[in-house]
């Protein structure tokens, strides 16, 4: 059985900083693209860094670039996001999402963490 488990959430004032984890068990870490996703209330998922299999590439959404950093371990199967100068806008619920790298339908998603940024 699959599972993704988010961790590191919390709240943060203006500026400061939160590393998230998730640790995942039950495939094969290296074989997966992972992606972090948040959703804020009222509004839709959206996607906030990718990272490939081997750790090699990372994109970003431009809400965070320069800001947000994820990384992975595969030895560990954990992947990271480090989020530095946090904004009130970046309060939502943060998912990690897992894709094959060659079965798209191959996916799974943790169950998300809170992260709140106010003063």
């Known amino acids: 059985q699959v599972q993704l488990v988010e961790s590191g959430g919390g709240l943060a004032q203006p500026g400061g900083s939160l590393r998230l984890s998730c640790a995942a068990s039950?495939?094969?870490?290296?074989?997966?693209?992972m992606s972090w996703y948040r959703q804020a209330p009222g509004k839709e998922r959206e996607l906030v860094a990718t990272?490939?299999?081997?750790?090699?590439?990372?994109n970003y959404a431009d809400s965070v670039k320069g800001r947000f950093t994820i990384s992975r371990d595969n030895a560990k199967k954990t992947v990271y996001l480090q989020m530095n100068s946090l904004k009130p806008e970046d309060t939502a619920v943060y998912y990690c999402k897992a894709v094959h790298n060659r079965v798209a339908t191959r996916n799974y998603w943790g169950h998300g963490t809170q992260v709140t940024v106010s003063s």
């Open positions: 039950g495939l094969t870490f290296s074989f997966y693209v």
């Open positions: 990272i490939t299999s081997p750790g090699d590439s990372a």
